[in-house]
C-alpha cells in the first residue's frame, strides 16, 4: 500500500492561512516576480510556497523576507542563515530548496 501525497495547496487555503497570520499581506508575487527570485538567489521555491505567496505577500514584518522590495543584501543574509553551509555570504547562490 502506497502513501498518498497531501493535496496541493490552493489559492483559497492559502489566503484562509494567511489570514491567520499576524502580518499583513499584500498583493501576491506574480509568477515572474517568483521566477526573478529562485533566479537570482539561485532557490527553487516550493509548490505550495508559490501558491503562497502568489495568494498574497506577507510583509510589515521583521518574520517575513520581503520578496518583492526587499534590500536583495538582507534577503541574501537570511538565505544565508538558512543554509550556511550551501550560501556563500552575501553571494546570494544558495542550491536548496526553499519550503
Known amino acids: ?8 495547496l490552493t ?4 489566503r484562509d492561512l494567511q489570514r491567520m497570520l499576524r502580518a499583513e499581506i499584500g498583493p501576491g508575487l506574480s509568477e515572474q516576480e517568483l521566477d526573478a527570485v ?5 532557490f527553487t521555491f516550493s509548490a505550495d510556497h508559490r501558491v ?13 523576507p ?8 538582507d534577503l ?3 538565505l544565508s542563515q538558512l543554509w550556511p ?6 553571494s546570494g547562490a544558495v542550491d536548496r530548496q526553499a519550503t
Open 52 to 64: 503562497f505567496l502568489a495568494a498574497g505577500l506577507p510583509h510589515g514584518s521583521r518574520s517575513w
Open 38 to 42: 529562485e533566479a537570482r538567489f539561485g
Open 85 to 90: 553551509e550551501t550560501c556563500a555570504a552575501g
Open 76 to 78: 541574501a543574509e537570511r
Open 66 to 73: 520581503d520578496w518583492r522590495n526587499g534590500a536583495p543584501e
Open 11 to 14: 489559492l483559497e487555503a492559502a
Open 1 to 8: 500500500m502506497t502513501a498518498q501525497s497531501p493535496p496541493s
